[in-house]
């Protein structure tokens, strides 16, 4: 199994709702992303955990909450959005986050389109 | 600070050869990635440079040289496939952080028959 699951695919929430975006990777992978993607740009790092722990915050407000329930799955809880947050969340795994020299190359998720109305 | 530059588009044909160039200036550098993504899908990994020299993989080859800060992807035998947004991440290196890796604005590739 070489996938990074994603659910939903899809999603529209007004900017009072509660949701959260799922990822999940069997791959036996200690480091897991999330990054924001709006249309026609790259993706922006948000937050990286490593062993379950967040290690990097990019300054991301609040209104997005990531979890690390465990090795294989990633959640991040959003509530209170923007119009602006409206963009594709990726999700991306590794085996670990690369310290030293190595190839580790980072598997995305096919992502959630989120839209915030 | 950190930047990296892409050409934003190119166009090319059917079977001809075609290279996007990457130059990028980081704070640290652990290694340059290309990652290919097609519209509304994720981006999939296609090669790895962390030395200097040309990395070939079938019909696609990377080039690095870190004194220059410069790397191209190279792809030969195009195909109507081929067509998509091309990105150039470079990881950094955060001490105790891990890598980050930050992706170039990326190159909209466009392969006409």
């Known amino acids: 199994d070489t996938e990074v699951t994603q659910t939903p695919k899809h999603l529209v929430m007004g900017m009072t709702n509660k949701k959260s975006l799922k990822c999940e990777q069997h791959?036996?992978?200690?480091?897991m992303y999330w990054y924001k993607q709006k249309a026609k740009k790259p993706p922006e790092l948000m937050f990286v955990y490593s062993y379950e722990k967040l290690s990097i915050n990019e300054s991301v407000p609040s209104r997005f909450s990531p979890e690390c329930p465990n090795s294989s799955l990633l959640n991040l809880h959003l509530h209170a959005l923007q119009p602006e947050d409206s963009a594709l969340y990726l999700c991306a795994s590794s085996p670990t986050t690369g310290t030293g020299t190595t190839n580790e190359k980072l598997f995305f998720g096919s992502g959630t389109q989120l839209s915030v109305l | 600070g950190q930047n990296i530059d892409q050409p934003t588009e190119m166009t090319a044909t059917e079977g001809a050869i075609v290279q996007i160039n990457c130059t990028y200036q980081?704070?640290?550098?652990?290694?340059l990635f290309w990652y290919q993504q097609h519209a509304g899908e994720a981006p999939t990994f296609l090669s790895y440079?962390?030395?200097?020299g040309l990395e070939e993989k079938g019909r696609f080859s990377s080039f690095l040289s870190r004194s220059k800060g410069y790397s191209y992807l190279l792809l030969k035998e195009l195909q109507m496939k081929d067509s998509a947004s091309y990105l150039c991440?470079?990881?950094?290196?955060?001490?105790?952080?891990?890598?980050?890796?930050?992706f170039g604005q990326g190159t909209e590739l466009s392969v006409k028959p």
């Open positions: 980081t704070s640290g550098f652990n290694g």
């Open positions: 991440a470079v990881r950094d290196m955060i001490y105790n952080q891990g890598g980050k890796l930050i």
């Open positions: 791959m036996g992978h200690r480091a």
């Open positions: 440079n962390v030395l200097d």
